[in-house]
Structure formats: C-alpha cells, structure tokens
C-alpha cells in the first residue's frame, strides 16, 4: 500500500500561481510514477501530468503544458506540481496518484490521495 497526501490548494486569482505537494509513506515510493490528475465538477477526471520513478522524464497535458511542472524528491518521498499563469478553467480538485506503471489514464494508478482544491478567479 501508497498512502499519498495532497497539500497546497487554495484560491488564487488568474495569472497567479500554486504549488501542490503530495507526501507518501508506505512502501517504496522511487518504485512508483507518480501522476497529477483534476477533477472539475461535473467532469471526468482528467490527467493533468506524469513523472517517471527517477524523475528524468515528464509528460503533460496539452491544455497545462508550459505553464505546469511535475517534478520528485525520492529521497523525501514527495512529488510537486508547480502550478503558473493559472486559469479559471484550471479549477478542480487535483489528486496525486501512484502506479508502478507510468502512463496517463486514472486506471492505471491504484493509489490515489484524497485530493486539494484548486480555485482560479477570473
């Protein structure tokens, strides 16, 4: 089992910017890729951006790329999503996940934290 914790969150106006922390215990935490994902309401959760177990390679959604960045401490068993220029259609809840296979797709990540609140006002 991956316990993950998201922290972070909060309301910011357009252009600002966030910084997301995920905490995870539990078990090896450089076996796992490790993915942000957000949920707006009354959408699909949708894959926000992906970081490899060494955290040498990142994939992004297109709707974030250049403004966000993902990026991994192992040894403090965190991941960080950096979050600029943000939108108010960047509202959602965003969740850290993790998965011993790095891809995009909710499915593939068995371990999810309970999320944090990201509010962009226009």
């Known amino acids: 089992q991956v316990q993950l914790v998201e922290s972070g969150g909060g309301l910011v106006q357009a252009g600002g910017s966030l910084r997301l922390s995920c905490a995870a215990s539990?078990?090896?935490?450089?076996?796992?890729?490790m993915g942000w994902f957000r949920q707006a309401p009354g959408k699909e959760r949708e894959f926000v951006a992906a970081?490899?177990?060494?955290?040498?390679?990142?994939y992004y959604a297109d709707s974030v790329k250049g403004r966000f960045t993902i990026s991994r401490d192992n040894a403090k068993n965190m991941v960080y999503l950096q979050m600029n220029s943000l939108k108010p259609e960047d509202t959602a809840v965003y969740y850290c996940?993790?998965?011993?296979?790095?891809?995009?797709?909710?499915?593939?990540?068995?371990?999810w934290g309970q999320g944090t609140q990201v509010t962009v006002s226009s």
């Open positions: 539990g078990r090896t935490f450089s076996n796992y890729a």
């Open positions: 970081i490899n177990r060494g955290g040498g390679s990142q």
């Open positions: 996940a993790a998965s011993p296979t790095l891809g995009v797709r909710p499915d593939l990540y068995p371990y």
